[in-house]
């Protein structure tokens, strides 16, 4: 199966102080569809320098990489926004819903973005909201939400326009360690459904028994690749 994210080797240097300060070093991997890969490794070990570079809301300092056959790293930055819109899905540890909007209305506003018909949308931001277990909820606003519920809306969110990937970071950073597994578990099951390629920067080892691959980052190096 052909990879639907691929990074070749690549780098990243932030200058601080005149000083550089290596956040990736030669870091590659592969994932294909509905796989989950976890990234896990402690604070400032790079797992978000490496998410925003898939995402392209980073660029790296020398290597490749590649979603769905674009290559990020050759993009403009009008395309990366393109390429934002249609392949990628992000989940942040702060959901940053719209507090005023339902979970319906927040669902649909990203489709709204993609330009689907009303019919369309309707249609989907019910599959996705009931996907992710908030069939009964569908009219609340986040503050009549509990924090696993808010979660679950911006991960409804996020997958709305069926991106090809989905990068988290931190998704479960403020949630309790049940609610917490509850979601990396609807992570593995978007994965299996829609065949979404996830990827999870953490360092809660609760991943490991959802993720077909964890990858231990450690000072921006990557020290295993462990298969599950
Ligand atoms: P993690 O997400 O695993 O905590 P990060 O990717 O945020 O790690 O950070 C990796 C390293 O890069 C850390 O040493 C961090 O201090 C450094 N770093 C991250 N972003 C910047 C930045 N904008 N400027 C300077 N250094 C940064
Ligand atoms: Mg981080």
């Not at 339902?102 to 649909?108: G, H, I, K, L, T």
């Not at 931001?125 to 009219?139: A, H, I, S």
């Not at 409804?156 to 990396?184: F, S």
Request: with cysteine; proline share 4%; hydrophobic share 40%.
């Amino acid at each position: 199966m052909e990879p639907i994210i691929r990074v070749e080797n690549i780098s990243r240097l932030y200058h601080v102080g005149g000083r550089a300060v290596p956040a990736l070093q030669d870091v590659s991997l592969t994932a294909v569809a509905g796989q989950v890969v976890a990234l896990r490794g402690r604070s400032g070990s790079g797992k978000t320098t490496l998410l925003n570079c898939i995402g392209g809301l980073d660029r790296p300092t020398s290597g490749r990489i590649w979603v769905g056959g674009d290559e990020v790293t050759q993009l403009a930055e009008a395309r990366l926004v393109q390429l934002r819109r249609q392949k990628i899905g992000f989940v942040f540890q702060s959901h940053a819903l719209l507090p005023t909007y339902s979970a319906r209305e927040n669902v649909d506003l990203m489709l709204r973005l993609a330009n689907l018909s009303r019919k369309e949308r309707l249609a989907r931001t019910e599959q996705v909201l009931r996907l992710v277990g908030l069939g009964k909820w569908m009219d609340h606003r986040p503050f009549e939400l509990s924090g696993g519920q808010q979660q679950r809306v911006a991960i409804a969110r996020a997958i709305a326009t069926r991106p090809a990937v989905i990068l988290a970071d931190e998704p479960t950073g403020e949630l309790d360690t049940t609610t917490g597994q509850q979601i990396l578990q609807l992570f593995r099951h978007i994965a299996d459904v829609e065949g979404t390629t996830v990827l999870i920067a953490t360092h809660d080892l609760a991943v490991d028994a959802f993720a077909n691959e964890v990858v231990h980052l450690q000072d921006g190096r990557i020290l295993t690749t462990i298969p599950h």
